[in-house]
């Protein structure tokens, strides 16, 4: 007993020496959080506004090219030497002004040549057929003379067909392109001389849809934007094709329009309608946020009472539908008398106290 009784003194020495220290230092903790609950909690100021609503229409951009409805390439099919470029680039040709010709002197020279063969049978012709009403020529003699005269007169329009390929000529009013060819050049058949285009003011704009992305008419109207963006003019559909393309799954769509005055074969992009209106709210790019759940919203709720500020920033989950630099238009399930943070919402979380700075509308 004598062993024991030092051991059960030290132990309770131990345990009072514990429980002093524990007090001490829960009165320092329960302190610390006085301490801190006295100072106020942190907020953060930001613009708000209500939501507005209206009736969007879901659109598609998509890639076209200018087209002429008068362009041609100019060339010849067949080659020669050049004795004539009567009109410079750039200049106005009217319709059936020749624009090009070769050289065809030969074959003036064959047709003149058969000519005078024609002339000469028509007489022995004109002969033959006298002597025939005197009994003094067979028929058959005149059977072979017109025989002759067809096969020259073939020859002479052979000829003239011939001549017509060594002479192109304006297929409508339009305007020289430029050309680097020059009078005594060789030209092979075929080989491209200038692009020639009409001097009206529609142009087409073809292009590509996707199957299944927009359902498209004729008589449907689209938008026309620059490669910057910059809204153009509108065009109307004019032509939308019955088969797809079983390589790329897409269909061929022309529109029409004079609102824009640009180059053959110049890019610009088409906006067309991508689906059924519909109904959404809208408001400044500055309200959205992203986070790995997707896009949303924070709402200005009131506060509890008591609280040192009169709202609370609350997620409200939204679907995006379109958005630019100067709106953002959504789907969600809210209250459209709310108020939602639009300008500094990025310093916001949930549960945040708020106070409100300013009203955007």
């Known amino acids: 007993m004598r062993k024991i009784l030092p051991w059960l003194i030290t132990l309770a020495g131990c345990f009072l020496v514990t429980g002093a220290l524990a007090a001490v230092k829960y009165q320092q903790i329960t302190a610390a959080i006085a301490f801190g ?3 106020p909690e942190t907020y953060e100021v930001v613009s708000a506004g209500q939501v507005q609503t209206l009736t969007h229409t879901p659109v598609r951009r998509l890639g076209g090219t200018i087209r002429r409805p008068e362009f ?13 470029l009567p009109f410079s680039a750039g200049a106005v040709v009217e319709k059936g002004d020749a624009i090009l010709e070769l050289f065809s002197a030969d074959l003036l020279a064959q047709q003149e040549a058969l000519r005078a063969d024609r002339n000469l049978v028509i007489t022995q012709l004109g002969r033959s057929r006298t002597l025939k009403e005197q009994a003094l020529i067979a028929q058959g003699d005149i059977d072979v003379q017109e025989a ?3 096969a020259l007169n073939a020859q002479i329009k052979a000829i003239d067909a011939q001549l017509t390929r060594l002479t192109v000529k304006a297929p409508f009013s339009g305007r020289m392109g430029i050309y680097t060819h020059v009078v005594g050049d060789m030209l092979d058949a075929g080989e491209v001389i200038a692009a020639f285009t009409g001097l009206g003011n529609e142009r087409w704009i073809d292009f590509k849809v996707p199957q299944g992305l927009a359902k498209i008419s004729v008589g449907d109207a689209a938008s026309l934007y620059n490669l910057n963006g910059e809204l ?4 109307t559909i004019i032509v939308v094709s019955d088969s797809i393309d ?3 799954r897409t269909f061929d769509v022309r529109a029409s329009t004079t609102e824009v005055d640009l180059k053959h074969g110049e890019l610009i992009q088409v906006e067309v309608a991508g689906g059924a209106p519909m109904a959404v709210y809208q408001l400044p790019p500055s309200s959205v946020r992203w986070d790995i759940d997707g896009t949303y ?3 200005l709720v009131d506060s509890e009472p008591g609280a040192q500020r009169p709202y609370r920033a609350k997620i409200q989950r939204i679907e995006l539908v379109d958005e630019t630099a100067a709106y953002a238009l959504f789907t969600a399930n809210l209250d459209e008398a709310g108020l939602f943070a639009t300008t500094g919402s990025f310093k916001l979380k949930d549960g945040v106290l708020a ?4 009203r955007t509308n």
């Open 37 to 39: 609950a006295s100072f």
């Open 72 to 84: 041609v390439e100019l060339s010849s099919e067949v080659g020669g030497r050049i004795v004539s």
């Open 148 to 150: 002759r005269l067809s």
């Open 232 to 235: 153009l003019g509108t065009a």
């Open 246 to 248: 079983s390589g790329t």
């Open 297 to 299: 919203i924070y709402q």
């Open 355 to 358: 106070q409100l700075g300013s």
